[in-house]
C-alpha cells in the first residue's frame, strides 16, 4: 500500500512540476516558476529514490506511512493550488491583451481623427484664401467699372454742359452721388470682412493716447464747430491696437455727426474700472435715438436716420460691435431721442488672468 | 506704334482702357501726356522697358520719367513687372509708381519690397482720381528729378 501511496506522490509532483513549469509561458515570469518546478522536480526525484529503495530493499527499507500519506496530501494541495492560480494569471493576461488592443483602437481613432482635423484644416484654409480672392477681387474689379460711371458722367457734365438743360445736369448728378455711395459701400463692406478675418494682436493699448489721436485724425469733422468735448480717464487695455483705433474712429464720427446740429455739441469719453471688465462709453447729446431699435444699431448696414440728413453707411457700429466681440468684451447703448445717445463697450481685464 | 518712343516721359501701363482714358484726359489736362506711350498688359511694358520685341529699336538708355504701373494686368502680373524692373540693373533707377484699384496692405507692402518709388490706389470718384492723377504727373515730370540717364 505504501508503494502505491508513495507512486500517486510521485506522480501527482510531477504534473505539479509540468504545471508550474506551463505557468512561465502564461505569466512570464520565468525566474519565479522555474525555480517552483525545478523544487517540485526535485522533489519527485527525492521520492523516486525513496521508491526505488523500497522496490530494490524490499522490507528492509524501514518506511514511514504517516510521513508519506502527508507527503501525498502536500502534492495534492500542490496540483490544487498550482490549478487554481493558472486562471487567476490567464484572466490578467487577459486584461492586459484587452488593453493592448484598445490601445491601438485608441491610437488608430487619434490618427483618424488628427487626420480628419487637417483635412478640416485645410479645407478652411482654402476657403479662407477663396474668400480673400474674392474680396481682392470686389476691391480691385469693382471699383474700377464705378470710377469709368463717375468719370464719364462728370466728362460729359463739363464738356456737353451747354446742351444740357437744368434737369439734366441734376440726373447726371444723381448719378454720379449714388456712384460715390456704391465707392463707400465697397470701401466699408471690404473693412467689415477684414476685421473678422484680421489676426488679432494682444499689446497693451494706452486708449487715452489712442482717443486724442483720433481726435485730432479726425479734426477735419469739427472745425468751425463749438464742440466741447471732455476725456476723463481711460485706462489702457490688452488689444490690437489698430482694431481698438477704429472702433474709436467710428464711435467719435459718430457722435460728431450726430451732435453737429446742436448749438453747442458736447461729446464724453469716459470709462469705469469693474471687477472683470472695463467699460468705455462715448456720450453725445446728439439726435438720439429710440431706445426700441437699440439692437437694430449694430447691425450691417442698419440705419436708423434718414441718409439725406446724415451721411453714412449704416456699418460703423457694426464694425464696432465685430471688434469687440472679437476682444471678448460687449458693446450696448443708450439714448432716447433728441436727448443724444451714449454707446458703451466692454473689454474683459485680461491682466489678472493666467494666460 | 514706336513713333516718337524715343523721348518717352510716361509710360502708362494699364490694362482697361476707360481707366487709361480716364488718366491719360486728367493728364491732359495739364499738358502732360504729350510724351506718354501706353501699353495694356505686363508683357508688353517688359518688351518696352527692355527694348525687346515690338521696341527692339527703342534705346534702353533713355528710359521714361516715370511708370505708372497697374498691378491687375493680362499676360505678365503688374508685381511680375516691377520685380523685374527692379532687379535689373539698366532699369532700377527707372521711377515706378503703383497706380492701382487694390488697396490691400498686402500689395502696398509686396509693392515696397520689390522697391516701387511710390504707391497710389485710384480713388472712386472721378474729381479725386483726376486731381491724384495730374498732382502726380506733375511732381513726376516737373518737380522730381529724375535719374541722369547715360545719354
Known sequence: ?355 | MNEDTKEVEILLVEDNPTDAELCIRALKKNNLANKLVWVKDGAEALDFLFATGPFADRDVSCPPKVVLLDLRLPKVDGMEVLRKVKADERTRPIPVVVLTSSKEDRDVAESYKLGVNSYISKPVEFDAFAKTVSELGLYWLLVNRPPVTTR
Do not use: C
Open chain 1, 1 to 355: 500500500m505504501i508503494v502505491g501511496i508513495l507512486g500517486l506522490s510521485i506522480a501527482l509532483q510531477f504534473i505539479a512540476a509540468v504545471m508550474a513549469f506551463r505557468l512561465i509561458r502564461l505569466t512570464g515570469e520565468r525566474w519565479a516558476w522555474g525555480f517552483i518546478a525545478a523544487a517540485i522536480m526535485l522533489m519527485t526525484i527525492r521520492r523516486s529514490i525513496s521508491l526505488f529503495h523500497m522496490v530494490v530493499n524490499g522490507n528492509s527499507y524501514k518506511a514511514d506511512v504517516i510521513a508519506e500519506v502527508v507527503a501525498l496530501v502536500i502534492s495534492i494541495l500542490m496540483v490544487i493550488g498550482i490549478a487554481r492560480i493558472a486562471p487567476v494569471f490567464r484572466s490578467v493576461r487577459q486584461a492586459k491583451e484587452d488593453a493592448q488592443l484598445a490601445e491601438k483602437e485608441v491610437r488608430t481613432l487619434k490618427e483618424k481623427l488628427e487626420a480628419r482635423v487637417t483635412e478640416r484644416t485645410s479645407q478652411l484654409e482654402a476657403a479662407n484664401k477663396e474668400l480673400e480672392a474674392f474680396s481682392y477681387s470686389v476691391s480691385h474689379d469693382l471699383r474700377s467699372p464705378l470710377r469709368a460711371i463717375d468719370g464719364f458722367s462728370s466728362i460729359l457734365l463739363e464738356n456737353y454742359s451747354a446742351k444740357l438743360d437744368d434737369e439734366g445736369k441734376r440726373l447726371l448728378g444723381v448719378v454720379r452721388d449714388n456712384t460715390s455711395h456704391m465707392g463707400q459701400l465697397i470701401d466699408d463692406i471690404l473693412q467689415f470682412s477684414r476685421t473678422g478675418r484680421a489676426e488679432l494682436a494682444s499689446v497693451v493699448v494706452d486708449m487715452d493716447r489712442l482717443v486724442r489721436d483720433v481726435l485730432h485724425e479726425l479734426r477735419h469733422l469739427t472745425m468751425g464747430s463749438t464742440l466741447q468735448v471732455e476725456i476723463g480717464h481711460l485706462p489702457a487695455v490688452r488689444g490690437d491696437s489698430a482694431m481698438l483705433r477704429q472702433v474709436f474712429v467710428n464711435l467719435l464720427t459718430n457722435a460728431i455727426k450726430f451732435s453737429r446740429t446742436r448749438d453747442t455739441p458736447r461729446i464724453g469719453i469716459g470709462a469705469e474700472v469693474k471687477e472683470r471688465e472695463t467699460v468705455y462709453y462715448v456720450k453725445d447729446n446728439g439726435v438720439g435715438f429710440d431706445l426700441q431699435h437699440s439692437d437694430k444699431m449694430f447691425g450691417a448696414f442698419e440705419r436708423l436716420n434718414n441718409v439725406n440728413e446724415f451721411e453714412g453707411t449704416g456699418i460703423g457700429l457694426a464694425i464696432v460691435k465685430r471688434i469687440v466681440t472679437r476682444h471678448g468684451g460687449r458693446v450696448w447703448a443708450e439714448g432716447k431721442v433728441n436727448e443724444g445717445a451714449t454707446i458703451y463697450f466692454a473689454l474683459p481685464n485680461k491682466e489678472n488672468d493666467h494666460e
